[in-house]
């Protein structure tokens, strides 16, 4: 699989907003040549930190128990327990790209861990990474559907996707199902409320209405129960986070 040949990078701190939120110290650095890559460190709190869906995997390292875990692509939000105080460093791969049978979680971990400095990390782990082997080999008809869906926003459906590549619609489900792990058309709606984050971060008191209709959202109901269903909250419960305190 060649890295580079993937079209949709892990977005900076827009992707993951409540975590940049509400962790503790959050910084990050994208990395983009030759392969896209984001990394970000932050400190543990008491309180359960968010995660919502990306479409990305991430690798979390903790520094207290030098252990590593894998967030896969989910299709709903979760809440992580991080140790209070605990020092985390993260890589979000670029979508598509997911661990093979080579990838040692703890040869990362402990790898990583050996140094102190972010940048430092940073660098150890660019140098130890080799996506030939540590990442599955992507198929150029996955590369392809992976590739339109984050260039409609998600839009495109399943019928379109098959009629493009000349396959059925079957074929299409199991191909895409058996490399992310979830369906082509769960995963066009990430996509899509990805989309609207990042939208809705750049211009909070933008109406939603103009939003909804560009993204193909159905109506405001259609919206609010899929924007519910990623982050466990509302639009407005959601971007009042964001606001400056009256």
């Not at 970000?40 to 990306?54: A, L, M, S």
């Not at 590593?68 to 692509?73: E, I, L, S, T």
């Not at 009629?163 to 074929?171: A, C, F, G, I, V």
């Amino acid at each position: 699989m060649s890295i580079d040949m993937l079209t949709l990078p892990p977005n900076p701190g827009s992707s993951q907003p409540l975590l940049s939120l509400y962790a503790k110290h959050y910084h990050e650095f994208l990395y983009t040549q030759p392969q896209s890559l984001l990394f970000y460190e932050f400190y543990g709190t008491e309180e359960p930190i968010t995660f919502i869906p990306t479409g990305c995997m991430d690798l979390l390292i903790e520094e207290l128990s030098a252990t590593g875990r894998f967030f896969v692509p989910d299709a709903t939000y979760k809440n992580i327990s991080c140790t209070s105080g605990s020092r985390y460093f993260g890589i979000r791969f670029s979508s598509g790209v997911l661990p093979s049978r080579h990838f040692s979680t703890e040869y990362f971990a402990y790898g990583v861990l050996k140094f102190s400095s972010f940048q430092d990390r940073i660098s150890w782990f660019l140098t130890n990474y080799q996506p030939e082997k540590h990442a599955m080999p992507l198929s150029a008809p996955v590369h392809y559907m992976l590739e339109q869906i984050f260039l409609t926003n998600g839009a495109i459906s399943i019928h379109e996707l098959a009629k493009s590549l000349n396959y059925s619609e079957r074929q299409i489900h199991r191909l895409f199902l058996g490399h992310m792990g979830l369906n082509p058309k769960h995963y066009s709606r990430i996509i899509r409320f990805q989309a609207a984050i990042i939208q809705m971060l750049q211009a909070p008191k933008k109406n939603n209405a103009k939003l909804i209709k560009y993204l193909g959202y159905s109506d405001q109901a259609h919206f609010q129960r899929e924007f519910k269903e990623f982050t466990g909250m509302t639009p407005r419960q959601f971007i009042n986070l964001f606001q400056p305190p009256l």
